[in-house]
Each structure stands twice: as structure tokens, then as C-alpha cells.
């Protein structure tokens, strides 16, 4: 009976050890680390267990394995009193193995995987014993890792990349955890430092600016019809930007004629087009200023790029009352979608599903790199099972290009039978 009783004690602390290894290997560190900020002192109490990981591991794996092998010992024990030195030994084994399996190993981990922050908090106090009981074994053990460390050398520490980040999120937001708005906050964040100025420039064809002795009637007419409250000043030509005003400033210094254009015009940040725009809103910001100009290598204007651009990038799009709202993809008809030629080429193939490689920003720049020329009205350029029509364009770009992409297989065959159907009827 006693033999009973000390089998059932070490399978039950086998158990115990068994969930406290899933429940430290799979508790979530922010959830835990807000509960210890809020001053529970066993969430404390798990996070500094959890520093010394491997010694933790190891304490735990020591542990369950003297209380296994001891259960085994006198289980064998046991059964060869009951049945003798042929059979016990094997009887022993046998069930042995499946009352380690069932109430040792997986009913424990299994409960544990459901509840590891609960399960870490309430076995914390008790392993801390066993921690320090077992703190001579362990470090027998830490020489023993050393010296395999030296043996077998590891290159690659544990470090978490910005694909398995995203995988991350992507998993929080189907659990429910994160919402469409916070996943793609946090996605934008992340892709942030990836992109550069080029990518979310307004190019030089699209600038709207003034030259350096327009009248005051060319300068209202230009702040009213484009709803800017800021403009580029140049020189002659749109490659001399000189500065720029504000729509304040006119109408507070030149409307009442007490300045002249040139004297309220601010001088304008230049910027390659290859700068991260990371990098390009901490200049922006430290030099207080809202608009800057993209050169290109020769020094002539590739585009103009503003601290709301790029704040877009994080956030979405911004719109104030002066917007004037310009959807780039609009559905024409069920397989049919009309796109504007300034559209962002990876925002375009990735609303279809496809991937694009190319060194072009927008749309019409992929159109001229497959057809080898400015496009025109009706060129046509198949990619990917989708076909790319223009249906607007002007001596230097494509306004306006068709996608078409197959039809849905499914419908077309549903389609078929109902056309069958009716011709049956019909006969």
C-alpha cells in the first residue's frame, strides 16, 4: 500500500513539473509584465524565474525526471511482488507507460497550454524551491552547456525579424485581439523605414507652383483652384524652385500690397529622392517644416513631398475640406476596373493579388517599360492573366488604364447550365 501511495505522489509531482514547463514556455511576457507593473508579485515572481531561462528548463527537466524514474523503480518493484520476476517487469513497463503519458505528460500539458499565465503564477512559489534545492545540479549543468557551446558553435541568437512581427499581428488580428485599423497602424509602422521619397512624392508633371512675378489675380486664382494652403515659387522654369508661400502670408503681407511675392517666399528643403522618409520626417521635424523639394541627380525638380504625405503612410490618407477625393482604382463593371496612370504600381497588382517587380512608382511608368514608349489609346499589355487597356492619355503619360481581370470560372460554368436550363425550357 505504501508503494501505491508513493507511485500516485510522484506521478502527481511528475504532472506538476510536466505543466509548469508548457505553462513557462508558452505564458505571454506583455500580459505577465503588465500584471508585475500593476504589483502582482507573482507575476513578479514568474519573470524573474523566466530571466535565467536555461536554468529554469533545467531545474524543471531534472526534476521530472527523478520523479519519473523513481515512479518506474518502485512501480517495478510493486508488480514483481504481485507477480514475480517473469511477468512484473514487464506489466510494470506497460502500464507505467500509459499512466506517465495519460497523468504525467499530456493531461497536465494540455491543461496548462489553456490557462499558462494562471498555471506560471500558481507554481511559481514552489519552484522557486525546487530551484534553489537543485542550484548545485544546475550549475554542474551550466559548465556542461559551456563546454558544448565551445564545441558547437552558434552563430544565430534569437532574433525576432519584421516578417515574424507581421505574422504576429496577423495572428492577433484573426484572434480578434486587433482590429483592421490596428493591424494596419501597426503594419505601416513596421514597413515605415522601408520606403523612400520617390515612392510618395508628389512628381514634378502633378506640381502646381507659381512663377516669381505672377499677379496678385494668377496667385488667388491658383490658391483657389487648387485648395493648397501652401505653393512652389519659380524661376523661369519649374526646374529653378526657389521657395515657397503660404496662403497666410499672401493674403496677410502681399493682398494688402504692403510686400512683394518674392518677399514673403521661404526658402524650401532639397532632398534626394532616395531618402527614407523616416529619416526625412525627423529632418522635417526638427527643422519645423512642412513641405520639402525632391531634386534628382542633375539637380532638377523630380517632386514635392510634405510632412502630410508622409504622416499618410502611417495613418491612411488624410482629407480636410479642400480635398478633392480621387479614388485611383474605381470598379467599372464585374470583371472590369478603371485605374488612374499615377497610381501606385504595388498598391495596383496587390488590390489584385499579384506581385509586380519593377523599378517604376506608378502605373503608367510600368505601361511605358513594357511597351518600350510613352503609351497611347488602346495599348494593350497582358500580365499575369489581367490585361492592361489605356483608355486616356495625352502626348507624355497614360490618364486612365482598363484592368480586366478572367472571369470567374465557377460563374461562367453557372452561367452555362443556366442558358442550358432555358433553351430546355424553350424546347
Not at 521619397?197 to 502633378?206: F, K, N, Q
Request: aromatic fraction near 8%; charged fraction near 25%.
Amino acid at each position: 500500500m505504501a508503494l501505491i501511495i508513493a507511485i500516485v505522489i510522484l506521478i502527481m509531482f511528475s504532472a506538476y513539473f510536466s505543466a509548469t514547463e508548457t505553462a513557462f514556455s508558452t505564458y505571454n511576457k506583455i500580459k505577465m509584465k503588465n500584471e508585475a507593473a500593476s504589483g502582482n508579485k507573482r507575476a513578479q515572481l514568474v519573470l524573474d524565474l523566466s530571466d535565467d531561462y536555461d536554468r529554469l528548463i533545467s531545474t524543471i527537466l531534472i526534476g521530472n525526471n527523478i520523479v519519473n524514474i523513481a515512479s518506474t523503480t518502485l512501480a517495478t518493484m510493486l508488480f514483481v511482488n504481485m507477480l514475480g520476476n517473469k511477468t512484473g517487469p514487464t506489466a510494470s513497463t506497460v502500464v507505467m507507460t500509459i499512466v506517465v503519458l495519460i497523468f504525467g505528460e499530456i493531461s497536465p500539458k494540455s491543461i496548462a497550454k489553456d490557462m499558462p499565465e494562471s498555471f506560471s503564477k500558481a507554481t511559481a512559489p514552489f519552484l522557486r524551491i525546487v530551484f534553489m534545492i537543485l542550484k548545485p545540479v544546475n550549475f554542474m549543468f551550466s559548465l556542461w552547456k559551456k563546454l558544448l557551446t565551445k564545441i558547437i558553435k552558434i552563430k544565430n541568437p534569437d532574433i525576432i525579424t519584421e516578417e515574424e512581427i507581421l505574422t504576429i499581428v496577423e495572428e492577433a488580428k484573426n484572434d480578434g485581439t486587433l482590429n483592421e485599423h490596428e493591424t494596419n497602424l501597426i503594419r505601416n509602422a513596421i514597413e515605415f523605414d522601408d520606403l523612400e521619397v520617390s515612392e510618395i512624392c508628389t512628381p514634378r508633371t502633378s506640381i502646381v507652383a507659381l512663377k516669381d512675378d505672377a499677379t496678385r489675380r494668377e496667385i488667388v486664382d491658383t490658391f483657389y483652384r487648387c485648395g493648397f494652403s501652401r505653393l512652389p515659387v519659380y524661376k523661369k522654369s519649374i526646374d529653378n524652385i526657389i521657395g515657397f508661400i503660404t496662403q497666410k502670408d499672401y493674403y496677410r503681407y502681399v493682398a494688402n500690397g504692403s510686400k512683394e511675392l518674392i518677399d514673403i517666399v521661404s526658402p524650401i528643403p532639397l532632398v534626394p529622392p532616395t531618402i527614407n522618409i523616416s529619416r526625412l520626417m525627423r529632418g522635417m521635424q526638427q527643422n519645423h517644416s512642412q513641405i520639402a523639394l525632391v531634386v534628382d541627380e542633375y539637380g532638377g525638380t523630380y517632386g514635392i513631398v510634405t510632412l502630410e504625405d508622409i504622416l499618410e503612410e502611417l495613418v491612411g490618407e488624410i482629407w480636410d475640406e479642400s480635398d478633392n477625393e480621387i479614388p485611383e482604382i474605381v470598379r467599372s463593371s464585374e470583371n472590369e476596373y478603371t485605374v488612374l496612370g499615377t497610381a501606385n504600381l504595388e498598391d495596383v497588382f496587390e488590390f489584385f493579388g499579384k506581385t509586380c517587380d519593377s523599378d517604376y512608382v506608378s502605373l503608367n511608368g510600368w505601361m511605358s517599360e513594357k511597351l518600350e514608349r510613352i503609351p497611347c489609346v488602346n495599348d494593350t499589355v497582358d500580365y499575369e492573366g489581367l490585361t492592361f487597356t489605356v483608355t486616356k492619355a495625352n502626348t507624355r503619360r497614360a490618364l486612365e488604364i482598363k484592368i480586366r481581370k478572367p472571369a470567374d470560372k465557377s460563374a461562367g460554368t453557372e452561367n452555362k447550365e443556366d442558358t442550358d436550363n432555358k433553351k430546355g425550357e424553350n424546347q
